[in-house]
């Protein structure tokens, strides 16, 4: 009797085991991804050992009621105790394999940092329908962004910078209602913003500096209520300054420096709630409008490296902040007002220009 007893036993443990595994098909998938990749200095996956997926195997997440595997969080640089105790950054080579779009609950996808790995992201992904978290920055990621990423409904981060990207930024981006933050940087996109940026309702955060961006800024990012940082620095981008960027109700950043900008600066821009403000190494032309005032509050403002005529703008006086001001290498003429903020500035800040006079620079 106790024999049985006992049999039974073991049989009740092995099925609330079961019951509270990982599904085999998902352990498999997981198994088939860590084939892809080879990590050789902090034995990241010695932990993806026994049946279960869903306990203690690093950087695995599962679901608590469906033991579905629901995250993916691998990171190369972070303040893991892992790698602290490491004493290093990760170093992963090898391929993100298409065997990761067999988890179908995935909610997010995080490979970061990780400096070596290559290939493409697979084009699977995007029938990913409860993914959120899309980020691979810091490898070695190339292809082309996935031409229907639009299918991702409810994705709120898609973050592929650092990487060797290429290709356009596909029409179908703007379909992401949901995406807060897209950042693109350091690659090789090339073409330009898609027109109907200005769908992507809910974004705060657009970064695609560093890339090979061409074309006018779309008049419809404008519309994008949420907006606080937008950087299109060094690209190629042309046209002029659309003023509605100055009424945007959260801009904080705009960095457009680094591109082929020509027309005049908006005044909406130099009055408006942004803080951070960088226009240099442009085309820009003609007067720098007088509309500072005591709301004017820039912790950067850098004009430099542009074609700005006339004198510099006295308002910039009644400021109530310039922690950073640049007007170098421009043709600007006249005497350098007195007061703050020009009083702390060096004469670096006025260098290059055709006339201009008074400290820090020579005397009228």
């Known amino acids: 009797m106790k024999d049985v007893f006992g049999i039974i036993l073991v049989l009740v443990v092995t099925v ?4 509270n595994s990982c599904p085999p098909s998902e352990r498999a998938a997981l198994v088939e ?17 026994g049946t279960d997926c869903c306990h203690n195997w690093y950087g695995i997440s599962c679901d608590p009621e469906s033991n579905r595997v629901a995250d993916i ?49 697979p084009k699977c992904v995007t029938r990913l329908p409860f993914l959120r978290i899309l980020d691979l920055i810091g490898n070695k990621i190339s292809g082309e962004i996935p031409a229907d990423i639009g299918r991702l409904k409810r994705l709120t981060v898609f973050n592929v910078a650092d990487n060797q990207i290429s290709g ?3 029409p179908s981006l703007t379909n992401l209602s949901n995406l807060m933050h897209l950042d693109l940087r350091n690659n090789k996109i090339w073409g330009p913003i898609p027109s109907k940026a200005g769908e992507l309702r809910m974004l705060s955060r657009a970064l695609l500096s560093g890339n090979l961006i061409s074309g006018p800024i779309p008049v419809s990012i404008c519309g994008i209520y949420r907006l ?7 690209n190629k981008i042309w046209g002029a300054i ?39 190494r442009n085309a820009l032309e003609g007067t720098i409008p007088d509309v500072f005032g005591p709301r004017s509050y ?6 430099s490296h542009n074609k700005f005529t006339g004198p510099i703008p006295r308002s910039l006086s009644a400021a109530s902040y310039i922690g950073h001001l640049d007007l170098s290498y421009n043709h600007l003429c006249g005497r350098i007002p ?21 400290k820090p620079l020579r005397a009228c």
């Open 33 to 49: 991804f860590k084939a892809a990749l080879h990590e050789p200095y902090l034995g990241i996956f010695k932990s993806w050992t």
């Open 73 to 121: 969080n691998l990171r190369g640089e972070s303040e893991d105790p892992f790698l602290e105790r490491a004493h290093r950054t990760g170093n992963m080579t090898g391929f993100i394999s298409p065997e990761i779009c067999k988890l179908t609950r995935l909610s997010s996808i995080i490979i970061a940092d990780w400096k070596g790995i290559t290939g493409e992201i």
């Open 298 to 303: 820039f912790t950067v403002i850098d004009l």
């Open 338 to 358: 007195a007061g703050a903020p020009f009083d702390h500035l060096e004469a670096s800040s006025f260098v290059y220009n055709d006339c201009l006079c008074g």
């Open 228 to 234: 606080a940082d937008l950087d299109l620095s060094i």
């Open 168 to 170: 356009r930024i596909p």
């Open 16 to 19: 609330i085991h079961t019951a």
């Open 242 to 280: 659309p003023p509605c960027l100055g009424k945007m109700a959260v801009l904080a950043t705009l960095n457009l420096d680094c591109n082929n900008i020509t027309g005049t600066i908006p005044t909406t821009v130099l009055s408006s709630d942004i803080g951070n403000l960088n226009l240099s």
